[in-house]
């Protein structure tokens, strides 16, 4: 196939333009382009689980945000408020990228990790929250986040506990879940936004 002179040289658009208004650029993002309300209406609509779970509405990114945040404030009840935010946005940069599951990363050999990274550090800056986190912090985010998994596992994407096994280690928690029932988008875009504002 030829390349035109024309084409040569011109760069392809990696902006996003978001219902704010605001345009995103996803490879050099900037905080000053990043909107809680973008967020929270993006992750409302990404689905976990590429979809595949049971219920009237799918089940969420904003959804599973929401709950990694009440359970890890459940299980350090004693951090900075700051850190509780960090966990409600773990998961922000997939309102642009979605969510890709784990044996896709995996397939990708974690090449679009580069990309999540920047995103993460734009959006932690926007928010006031140092462009890295703690190692402790993160890994502590990390555990709660991996614990929702298993439950999601089996309340919402028809494993029984013996697959989920296979995957996800069965986690111990002092929190009890009981049981996860997807919620609409609408509702649950209000409910991050809702948790965003008291934790910011």
């Keep these: 196939m030829k390349i035109t ?7 392809q658009r990696a902006w ?6 605001r345009k ?18 993006g992750l409302s609509r990404v689905t976990r689980w590429n979809g595949q779970t049971i219920g009237n509405h799918a089940y969420s990114v904003a959804q599973h ?22 966990a409600l946005l773990h998961d922000a940069p ?21 990309v999540e990274d920047n995103l993460m550090k734009a ?16 890994s502590k985010i990390k555990k709660i986040d991996k614990a929702v998994a298993w ?3 089996v309340n919402v994407a028809g494993y029984n506990k013996k697959e989920a096994m296979v995957i996800l280690k069965k986690p111990v ?22 948790r965003f504002s008291e934790l910011f």
Aim: glycine share 4%; no cysteine.
């Design 24 to 41: 995103l650029d996803i490879l050099s993002p900037s905080p000053l382009d990043i909107e809680i309300e973008d967020i929270a209406l």
């Design 5 to 11: 002179n024309e084409l040569k040289g011109k760069q």
């Design 173 to 194: 928690l002092k929190y009890n879940i009981e049981k996860i029932s997807p919620i609409g988008p609408n509702i649950i875009a209000k409910k991050f936004l809702k």
């Design 94 to 114: 997939e309102y642009v990228i979605g969510d890709l599951i784990t044996p896709f990363k995996y397939a990708l050999n974690n090449s679009y990790r580069h």
């Design 65 to 86: 945000s929401v709950i990694v945040e009440e359970v890890f404030n459940f299980e350090y009840p004693n951090l900075n408020k700051r850190w509780y935010l960090a």
């Design 123 to 138: 959006i932690h800056i926007r928010f006031g929250l140092p462009p890295e986190l703690p190692k402790l912090i993160a």
């Design 151 to 153: 439950y999601e596992a």
């Design 16 to 21: 996003q333009r978001m219902l704010s208004g």
